[in-house]
């Protein structure tokens, strides 16, 4: 089958994408598809879906310490305080995708959320979680964007979180356990 399950270094069956470097393969066996919550961890997976618009997530993922330091650890209170010296610092920072617009959303998508509640963001993203449904036996099977991925990017833009579209909000639904899209074969398929 085109897209099914591939035999990964033990022999066990895995998502075809996690099979093409170490990185993916420890990144796939222990943290896609697993849920996420409280608001900084939420907000760190929502930067770096933002930052990986048209990159490979290798590349974030290589670089995810580096935007972690840079970042304060994506404690939004933290963020939230950066000024411009800290904007021109980030854009010089090699350790991260210097995207000028990417870095102003993160830096602005803070401001907004340090005047939430807490847990806010946490409530408005797992919202949108749809009812499980039947698992993928191929990549083919599994969409790039959904109603319920539509409705949360829509949900954050009203909310005034910039960067976020329909596909960027299931991708990240897909990395935070919102959905689980590990294919049906997968040894990862029940462990999220």
């Not at 900084?40 to 974030?60: M, P, V």
């Not at 698992?135 to 910039?162: D, H, M, N």
């Amino acid at each position: 089958m085109t897209g099914g399950a591939l035999a990964g270094p033990d022999g066990g069956l895995r998502c075809p994408w996690a099979l093409s470097t170490p990185d993916y393969v420890a990144y796939h066996d222990t943290e896609w598809g697993r849920p996420v919550h409280g608001d900084d961890a939420l907000y760190e997976r929502l930067c770096l879906e933002a930052f990986q618009s048209g990159l490979s997530w290798l590349t974030i993922l290589r670089r995810r310490e580096g935007f972690r330091a840079a970042f304060a650890g994506f404690r939004i209170a933290e963020v939230a305080r950066f000024g411009e010296a800290d904007a021109a610092r980030l854009l010089a920072d090699e350790g991260i995708i210097r995207n000028r617009a990417k870095v102003e959303a993160t830096l602005a998508n803070a401001k907004v959320l340090a005047g939430w509640e807490p847990g806010g963001l946490e409530e408005l993203v797992w919202s949108h979680a749809p009812e499980p449904g039947r698992a993928p036996r191929s990549t083919t099977e599994i969409p790039a964007v959904t109603p319920e991925s539509t409705a949360l990017a829509k949900a954050l833009k009203k909310a005034g979180i910039r960067f976020v579209g329909p596909t960027t909000a299931y991708a990240l639904m897909q990395a935070c356990g919102l959905v689980n899209d590990h294919l049906a074969a997968c040894v990862s398929r029940d462990a999220s």
